[in-house]
């Protein structure tokens, strides 16, 4: 099953870190490239159906709408960036309508060092430091891997798919609707979707409807009632059914958990942050 990720595929200076332990990431894509270094151990990456092994002190780097899979070995620790392109615009710009020869590379040994030091182990990160990082990966990057003129198939036409219901996903939205924006036969629209996606049409148009829901009741006080027919969902009863079978909770419940966890995370950031005053002398 190959899926996209909507919330790896946002602008406006977008990017997300993290550290895996023995984590397997499935086939999946999005708009904006993704860096892996493995740490320790060896991990398997699958990129557009080529097969790579990353061992420790190695780099990976998947331009935009690669479909890549990650299967670690055992006692391995990786970490992965997902960043927008405004980061490396002249990078993006250089490689548009193509599309990596290779997957690995090395960065020199100072490079890894700063990186190291700057994005993995500390986590305060400032655009400056995020783009001079970056900026070194993607030189290291297009050192090593040939760039070559990139074929508009299958997944240049899934990342148009996204696209369309990304844009489109708070109304009314039918198969019949995409066919026709595309200009294929419905039957053809129906066959590709089903291969490609591995999943029903409404099933990918409700993952993007509730990734809406999720961020209205985290960052706003509107009624789920609301959120349901904002979010382009046709009735309270089916948001609510969709929900809970994705998220094993209600919309209310989720917001009251998410509320207090944002409360708590408030709270240790303030003590954290009177725990570090200097004391005044009497």
Known sequence: MIFHQPSNSLTDYHYNIATYTDTVWDHHFHRNLELIY??????LCTVNHRVYRLTAGEFGLCLPCDIHRYEPEEHTRYWVLVFSEDYVRFFTK????KT????SFRCENTIEDYIKERLIRNHVHSIFTLKSCLYAVCEAYTNAVPLVEQCHGEAKVMTLIADYIRENHTKKLTLTDLSKSFGYDYNYMSRF??????????DLVNIYRLETAIRLLEDTN???TYIAYESGFQSVR????VFFSK?????????KTARTYADSEKTRELTKASDELPLKRC
Not at 38 to 43: H, I, K, S
Not at 193 to 202: D, E, G, I, P, Q
Not at 247 to 255: E, I
């Open 38 to 43: 493995v740490l320790e151990g060896g991990v």
């Open 94 to 97: 250089q490689i548009a309508g």
């Open 100 to 103: 990596g020869d290779g997957f």
């Open 193 to 202: 979707f089903h291969k490609a996606f591995n999943m029903s049409f409404s």
């Open 222 to 224: 509107e009624s789920v």
């Open 238 to 241: 089916n948001f609510n059914s």
């Open 247 to 255: 998220m094993h909770v209600t919309p209310s419940q989720y917001r």
